[in-house]
């Protein structure tokens, strides 16, 4: 997942402009005056460390405000100088300005966007809250700017490269959907909804974030644990006694429906006390139940859409994407879920008939899926997890099998870094070379879960690429794998190997930004691109000369039996048609919170869900959406609004790409090459669609991504 935030309005976009009158001098008695608080503060000056990598043995809580506070007051006497500039308007003094603008309020917003995903606190949490409706108001305040507006509309294209077109159409654009054509009435209205919205946001994730915390589920006899590894009890020992609980066991949750552990534990009570924690974790009717929260959200995201001219959120949100139009998405999500379904169906009965066979005397409930599914995939391909594990250990998988890949494909090599400061102790540093030997980015890892850090795995950006700006890539990679107990190795299974290899597409995207603009740079594309290039790098993680060489026994060091590789192959797409169900589901879901288009038609948030699923007919109740809508984190707080649906329109491309790929040589510097100068290195600086068919010479095709997941042959 691309992290898609607050931190996104960063950007030479994020401004405030109160007022269009005031005088330049009145502007600079604006600003704060310098004091010894402020003159120490780090998001002040560029960062000393290596390509402005954050300082972050120096950044404090107590930082933020001051720089926020500061950063605003010179944001907006910036963007009033070139809103009330007298010279006639010109690219250079009005769309390379405003990309200029506002460097301590970057500084400091996409630090703090970063440390409220993966280690907040009480402080930050608090000041998130605050600071949200402000954000939100500086925003507006220059894209509601009428001075400012008129002097994009009047610029013209006339002798500008391709580059700087581009920007100015994305200027317009974003001016336009903004708002920038309403009325006076219409845009304080607009403003006002936008802060609400902003302020619901954060408290959404704020009050998520503690139901994931608080939902852990303990346990007070090992025996309920049967099935585990013995590291695996150790660890849920050591949760419970950092939880204020020794003697116990902490089984804690993870951000999707399904929890990992399920497909190993045995007691069939436990596995329901499990699932029912997940399932229920955000609707408790407490502090953290998030339902209250999402309702008022669904209808003030309608209302806005409908001050903008759209007659729902979903029609004003895609204006920008890939699909367009939610008859677009919601054409191709449909075109998945009908096989989907009827493969599930046919999932389900085997799984049924296993229990039948074992006179379990129950039917398949949730809970029971993954385990039984286990056993079904071990009957069909003699593969079992337990046996996978022992050869991708984290570190191995990383080193040997991502950056080996990325290595063979485009030549980029990695050297450890331990020099550079983190935020958390469990945070890894690499420099990352280009095939010529030169340094171009920063990179960290942040491998484990832990409280203080949203679900789930994604990557953003601490600094991003900019030729005008003269920075270059700082990227982070956050997962949330069990921490193992101290002294043992950290064993994931294949899933995981896949989602690192996910990740590290999208660092890679961002690695190889190469333009002049920030707003245009690296993984600044719209939702249903952004995806593409981090699932075409799942595929590596079964490339046979990359697999090779990662995929070793952590104790014997020898390498994958060719045997097991050819089991996880062959299995490759079992249990799909739950996998895609679960997928295409929450992306219908999505898109029905946002095309409702009358009041009238919102109905308790559990209601509207069940609702949602059986008018697309996923009536299997074996199969859940992969997020509930209380705990839907991409949708309520994620940016991904009306836009899960990128997740398969992506993989579209990913799958049509990777064809191409396979019969074109596969692992070749060539390809990669290729791959790299039409995609990676793009950004979002060309259209799109022509960007796909310059790669693979056509238009996508749904085809391979069905015999990908085994619905057609």
């Known amino acids: 997942m691309k992290n898609i935030s607050s931190v996104l309005l960063i950007s030479a976009l994020a401004f405030n402009q109160s007022c269009t009158t005031m005088k330049q001098t009145d502007i600079q008695q604006e600003l704060p005056a310098p004091d010894p608080s402020l003159a120490s503060n780090p998001f002040m000056k560029k960062s000393k460390l290596q390509y402005e990598a954050p300082e972050f043995d120096k950044i404090k ?16 006497a910036e963007i009033i100088k070139i809103a009330n500039n007298p010279a006639a308007p010109t690219f250079e003094n009005t769309i390379v300005a405003l990309e200029k603008s506002g460097e301590v309020l970057r500084r400091a917003q996409i630090v703090f966007s970063n440390l409220t995903s993966a280690n907040t ?40 490269d391709s580059e700087s077109k581009r920007l100015l159409q994305y200027y317009k654009q974003n001016f336009e959907i903004a708002g920038a054509n309403l009325s006076a009435a219409d845009k304080e209205k607009l403003k006002q909804l936008n802060q609400e919205l902003a302020s619901l946001s954060t408290q959404y994730a704020n009050k998520l974030l503690e139901a994931r ?41 993870q951000n999707t429906t399904q929890q990992p552990l399920l497909q190993n534990l045995k007691n069939r009570a436990t596995r329901e006390k499990l699932f029912k924690a997940s399932w229920t974790r955000a609707e408790k009717g407490d502090a953290n139940d998030t339902r209250s929260t999402i309702e008022q959200l669904a209808k003030l995201r309608l209302k806005k859409a409908q001050i903008l001219g759209k007659k729902n959120f979903a029609e004003w949100k895609l204006q920008d994407q890939m699909a367009k139009t939610p008859e677009a998405a919601t054409k191709l999500m449909n075109q998945i879920a009908t096989p989907a379904v009827e493969t599930a169906r046919r999932e389900a009965k085997d799984i049924q008939d296993l229990i039948d066979q074992q006179k379990g005397g129950f039917k398949v409930e ?30 191995t998988v990383l080193e040997k099998g991502v950056f080996f890949a990325a290595e063979k494909f485009y030549g980029l090599t990695f050297k450890k870094r331990t020099d550079l400061p983190v935020y958390h102790p469990d945070v890894v540093t690499y420099e990352v070379f280009d095939h010529d030997g030169k340094s171009i980015a920063i990179y960290y890892l942040d491998f484990y879960t832990r409280d203080s850090k949203n679900g789930g795995a ?37 899933d995981d190997v896949s989602t690192i290899f996910h990740e590290f597409g999208h ?70 048609g739950y996998m895609t169900t679960e997928l295409v ?93 039409y995609i990676l290195s793009v950004g979002n600086s060309v259209d799109l ?13 749904i085809k391979p991504l069905l015999r990908n997941r085994g619905f057609i042959k």
Request: net charge negative; charged share 20%; aromatic share 14%.
């Open 121 to 160: 606190n009480p402080t930050l949490q608090a000041l998130d809250e605050e600071y949200a409706p402000i954000f939100a108001a500086h925003s507006d305040k220059l894209y509601l700017n009428e001075n400012l507006f008129k002097r994009i509309q009047s610029i013209k294209e006339d002798g500008l």
């Open 366 to 395: 949730p809970w029971d899926w993954n385990f039984y599914a286990e056993q079904v995939r071990k009957a069909k391909f003699d593969l079992d997890e337990s046996e996978i594990k022992p050869y991708f250990e984290i570190t």
């Open 213 to 253: 915390k608080q939902g852990g589920v303990f346990f007070s006899d090992a025996k309920e644990l049967d099935g585990l590894s013995a590291d695996e009890i150790a660890a849920a020992a050591a949760d419970a006694k950092t939880a204020g609980q020794p003697g116990k066991y902490l089984l804690a949750l």
């Open 689 to 701: 669609n022509q960007a796909f068919r310059d790669f693979t010479g056509h238009d996508p095709d």
């Open 585 to 677: 589901s929450a992306a219908e879901l999505d898109m029905d919170w946002h095309t409702v288009s009358n009041d009238s038609q919102f109905i308790p948030v559990l209601d509207f869900e069940k609702q949602s699923l059986a008018s697309h007919g996923f009536n299997l109740a074996t199969v859940p959406p992969r997020y509930h809508t209380p705990y839907f984190a991409h949708i309520w707080g994620g940016g991904y609004s009306a836009g899960y649906y990128a997740y398969l329109w992506s993989e579209t491309l990913d799958n049509d790409a990777w064809e191409w790929i396979s019969k074109n040589g596969g692992l070749t510097r060539e390809n990669g090459d290729r791959f790299r100068k």
């Open 61 to 76: 809580n107590e930082h933020f405000k001051p720089a926020f506070n500061y950063g605003l007051k010179q944001h907006e």
């Open 507 to 576: 660092s890679i995207h961002g690695m190889f930004a190469s333009q002049k603009y920030p707003s245009l740079s690296g993984t600044n594309v719209p939702r249903d691109f952004v995806e593409f290039p981090s699932q075409i790098n799942e595929h590596w993680a079964l490339d046979p000369v990359v697999l090779k060489n990662y995929a070793v026994h952590y104790e014997t060091k020898q390498p994958i039996p060719q045997a097991l590789v050819d089991k996880i192959k062959k299995a490759s797409t079992f249990n799909q």
């Open 458 to 494: 994604w990557m953003s950006n601490f600094v991003e690429q900019s030729y005008l700006l003269g920075t270059k890539p700082v990227i982070v990679n956050c997962y949330n794998y069990q921490k193992p107990a101290p002294g043992k190795p950290s064993l994931i299974s294949y």
